[in-house]
C-alpha cells in the first residue's frame, strides 16, 4: 500500500548559493572601466575667480589694460579702462553667428601693444549657448599658426616668443 512520506524523515538540505560566476562578472566590469577610463580625455579651461579684498591695493604708476568683452546679441564689444572705454565694436555676421576672426584680429593687434597683459574680463549675455561661448573662448586664447609671432625679452632666455594671447579669463556678473 501507498504510505505518505513522513516529514521527520526528510532532511533539509540548506546549499549556498554560488558566488563565483556573479564575482568573475564584478571584477571583468571592473577590469574593463579602469582600462577604458584613459580612452577618453577630459580637458579644462582655466577660469580665474575674482578675489575680493577688504585692504587696500598700493597704488601703481601702471595703469592696468582692463580689457572686457561684452557678449551682446548682435555684437561683440571691445572695452579698456576703469571707466570702460570702447575700442571695437564687432557686429555678426549673420543672425546669431558671432564673428570670432575679426575678434581675434583684434586682440592680437591689442596683445601688440600690451604684450605683458594677460587678463581679459568677459560679461555674456544670459542666453548664450555653450558652443557659441566655447567658440569665442578658443579664439582670445590662444595664437594661432598664421597670426605674425610676437617676441618679448626676458633676462634669462633672450627673447621669447609669446604664445597665448589672453588666458587669464575672469566671468563677469551675467546679465540680461
Wanted: proline content about 6%.
Amino acid at each position: 500500500m501507498y504510505k505518505t512520506p513522513s516529514r521527520r524523515k526528510k532532511k533539509n538540505i540548506l546549499l549556498k548559493p554560488n558566488l563565483t560566476p556573479l564575482l568573475d562578472a564584478v571584477f571583468i566590469f571592473i577590469f574593463f572601466l579602469l582600462f577604458s577610463s584613459d580612452l577618453k580625455k577630459i580637458f579644462e579651461i582655466p577660469i580665474d575667480i575674482p578675489i575680493i579684498s577688504e585692504t587696500e591695493t598700493p597704488p601703481s604708476k601702471k595703469i592696468p589694460l582692463g580689457l572686457t568683452l561684452k557678449i551682446e546679441d548682435q555684437s561683440l564689444s571691445l572695452y579698456s579702462g576703469s571707466p570702460l572705454k570702447l575700442l571695437k565694436k564687432i557686429e555678426n555676421v549673420e543672425k546669431d553667428k558671432f564673428n570670432v576672426e575679426d575678434l581675434h584680429k583684434e586682440l592680437v593687434q591689442i596683445k601688440k601693444e600690451n604684450k605683458k597683459e594677460k587678463s581679459i574680463i568677459i560679461n555674456p549675455i544670459v542666453d548664450i549657448t555653450y558652443e557659441k561661448l566655447i567658440r569665442i573662448l578658443d579664439n582670445i586664447r590662444y595664437f594661432r599658426n598664421t597670426d605674425e609671432s610676437i617676441f618679448i625679452k626676458d633676462p634669462i632666455n633672450g627673447e621669447v616668443r609669446i604664445r597665448e594671447l589672453f588666458n587669464k579669463i575672469i566671468f563677469e556678473n551675467i546679465k540680461s
